[in-house]
């Protein structure tokens, strides 16, 4: 039996550690617990891996967090050979803040990439090194141009921010909706808009996944390669570091 989590981590991104108890242990070895920071693995970003900390100092590592049936189940995976916690006892979390945080910095970056190349999303797939994103164009577009129209975004320091909608006006309003593949995250009654510049100036977009707080966060990124995937399909794979970094490899 599987139950529902307080997700933390949908109120504050930048959570890396909190309390929790152990509400049920899974066949195949799932933790699930009464709260978690973990985020779960959704909408074309990883879930994070960490470890629970035990009373007595020692870890249980998860691998990975995942979603159960519904996405207000969340699946603490630990990895091979760990101890399994009992019911109703009490954790310290622990995500991998610095993988996470680059998911965030590459998660915000492939919003800014949907704003410089305004073209419907068949596909995006947020990595800690490597970022990729499908559009559904037939342009020829010069990566290098694409770099530097992204690069100014982020150095403009924008900020990013949640506003909350329910499932209702998302669904009276598809429009905002750019993505044709990826559902948009519903079925939680609400859902959070990521919204960047003041007043949404620059972009929103329905999310579930996590973002950095103000543009200049991400960094030195740059698009390593445009890929022709088909007649009108285009992907797009986005690196940290400068473009001068790519000609260096
Ligand atoms: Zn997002």
Redesign the pocket.
């Known amino acids: 039996m599987t139950k529902t989590v307080t997700a933390l981590f949908r109120e504050d991104f930048y959570l890396s550690t909190c309390e929790a108890s152990v509400t049920g242990i899974l066949e195949d070895g799932g933790i699930e617990l009464d709260q978690t920071c973990f985020y779960a693995t959704s909408?074309?970003?990883p879930g994070d891996s960490g470890f629970l900390e035990r009373s007595d100092g020692s870890r249980i590592d998860i691998a990975v967090a995942r979603h159960g049936a519904t996405k207000d189940v969340i699946i603490h995976m630990p990895a091979e050979g760990q101890p399994a916690p009992a019911v109703g006892e009490k954790l310290v979390l622990h995500i991998d803040w610095p993988r996470r945080y680059r998911l965030m910095r590459m998660?915000?970056a492939?919003?800014l990439l949907s704003v410089v190349c305004p073209f419907p999303i068949t596909g995006a797939a947020?990595g800690e090194d490597e970022s990729r994103v499908d559009f559904d164009m037939s342009e020829t577009i010069d990566k290098d141009e694409v770099t530097a129209a992204l690069q100014k975004l982020i150095d403009e320091n924008h900020p990013v921010y949640l506003q909350w909608i329910t499932d209702e006006e998302l669904a009276s309003n598809p429009g905002i909706v750019k993505s044709k593949n990826v559902r948009p995250p519903v079925g939680l009654g609400r859902v959070s808009l990521?919204c960047i510049g003041e007043n949404s100036a620059i972009d929103s977009?329905p999310?579930?996944?996590?973002?950095v707080s103000e543009t200049q966060e991400v960094g030195a990124i740059h698009i390593a390669k445009i890929e022709k995937k088909g007649k009108e399909n285009r992907r797009f794979r986005i690196r940290f570091g400068t473009a001068d970094d790519r000609q260096a490899i």
């Open positions: 909408g074309g970003q998660h915000t492939c919003h947020v990521v977009q999310c579930g996944g996590t973002h």
